[in-house]
């Protein structure tokens, strides 16, 4: 699997943005996506995940109820929308699948077998 992620880029404090990963694999069956973020200096550490069949969301402490995860079967595309940002949410942000995970796993970064290539989010105060 395949997967491109994109939407990043530079953006003020208390804005949005909107990232998108696009997945190689039509037939998606139990994949999970998520998404995964990394800091300068810091460990890679977990935004969000969706189940691509049956729409189930996970979602870290830090971003509930600023960011949503959604996803698109037809195009088999998840997407991050991302609003009231902070400074602190300056990262890479990747997207990462696997169709094999327990929900119990969706948050933890080594369980994910295919990973995208980063897309800079930069967030000025």
């Known amino acids: 699997v395949q997967l491109q992620a994109s939407g990043g880029g530079p953006v003020q404090a208390g804005g949005s943005l909107r990232l998108s990963c696009v997945a190689s694999?039509?037939?998606?069956?139990?994949?999970?996506m998520g998404w995964f973020r990394q800091a300068p200096g810091k460990e890679r550490e977990f935004v969000a995940a969706?189940?691509?069949?049956?729409?189930?969301?996970a979602y870290a402490d830090s971003v509930k109820g600023r960011f949503t995860i959604s996803r698109d079967t037809a195009k088999v595309t998840v997407y991050l929308q991302m609003n009231s940002l902070k400074p602190e949410d300056t990262a890479v942000y990747y997207c990462?699948?696997?169709?094999?995970?327990?929900?119990?796993?969706?948050?933890?970064?080594?369980?994910?077998?295919?990973w995208g290539q980063g897309t800079q989010v930069t967030v000025s105060s």
């Open positions: 990462a699948s696997d169709s094999t995970l327990i929900r119990s796993s969706w948050s933890n970064p080594s369980a994910y077998d295919h």
């Open positions: 694999e039509r037939n998606f069956g139990r994949m999970v």
């Open positions: 969706i189940n691509l069949s049956g729409g189930a969301t």
